[in-house]
């Protein structure tokens, strides 16, 4: 099969859905530090919610990821660049995954469900544990902190290769 000069619809409309959601629920989280807010229950139950849906979501990003062949990297990109892409596009999609398990099993570990918009509440795993609930509170922030690293190095690579490289790998992630 040919090398495709851009990304399939399907998985543009994920890159930068999950992209908006991320960025939203990384915000959302670092707010919610200011507990004494009238707006931190709300925010809390949203951010809840869309963590469900960004769980939903990576998994189907993931599946439709096997449906197709992505662009090639530009050929002339030296071994350390191809493999540090690599490595922080695996690193990428491994916090895409524990950001929502990690919150599911703090709430859970706390003993209490998340509520689905009033429609139905998912029910906790397992039994409260105090333990439990430090050891994935103090995941789901490292992991957050390292998603925002890795966010700041996609984002540049990106600017870099649009900006200063102009090849192809930016825009076969925008048209
Ligand atoms: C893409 C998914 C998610 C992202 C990016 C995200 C991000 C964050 C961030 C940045 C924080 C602040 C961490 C800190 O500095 O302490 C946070 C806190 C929190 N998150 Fe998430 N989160 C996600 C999913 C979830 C899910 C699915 C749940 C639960 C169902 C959840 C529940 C919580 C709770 C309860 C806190 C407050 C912890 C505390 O300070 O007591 N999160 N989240």
């Known amino acids: 099969m040919n090398n495709p000069a851009q990304f399939p619809l399907s998985a543009r409309i994920f890159h930068w859905g999950m992209a908006a959601l991320i960025f939203s629920m990384l915000l959302a989280g ?3 530090v200011q507990t004494l807010q009238a707006w931190h229950a709300p925010i809390v139950a949203a951010h809840k919610f869309f963590g469900v849906l960004a769980l939903i979501a990576v998994i189907a990003r993931l599946a439709n990821r096997f449906r ?3 662009p090639a990297l530009p050929a002339d990109l030296p071994a350390a660049q191809k493999l540090a892409a690599m490595v922080t596009q695996a690193l990428l999609y491994i916090c895409m995954f524990a950001m929502p398990i990690s919150g599911f099993l703090m709430v859970s570990a706390s003993g209490q469900g998340i509520n689905m918009l009033g429609l ?6 397992g039994e409260p544990s105090l ?3 430090s050891f994935f509170r103090e995941l789901h922030a490292i992991t957050a902190v ?3 690293l890795l966010i700041v190095m996609h984002v540049t ?7 200063i490289r102009k090849d ?3 825009r076969s992630m925008l048209r």
């Open 146 to 148: 390292l998603l925002m």
């Open 131 to 133: 333990v439990g609930y």
């Open 168 to 170: 192809n790998l930016l």
């Open 68 to 70: 197709f062949k992505s």
């Open 157 to 163: 690579a990106a600017v870099y290769h649009g900006l």
């Open 120 to 125: 139905f509440t998912l029910p906790p795993i």
């Open 30 to 32: 670092l707010s919610m």
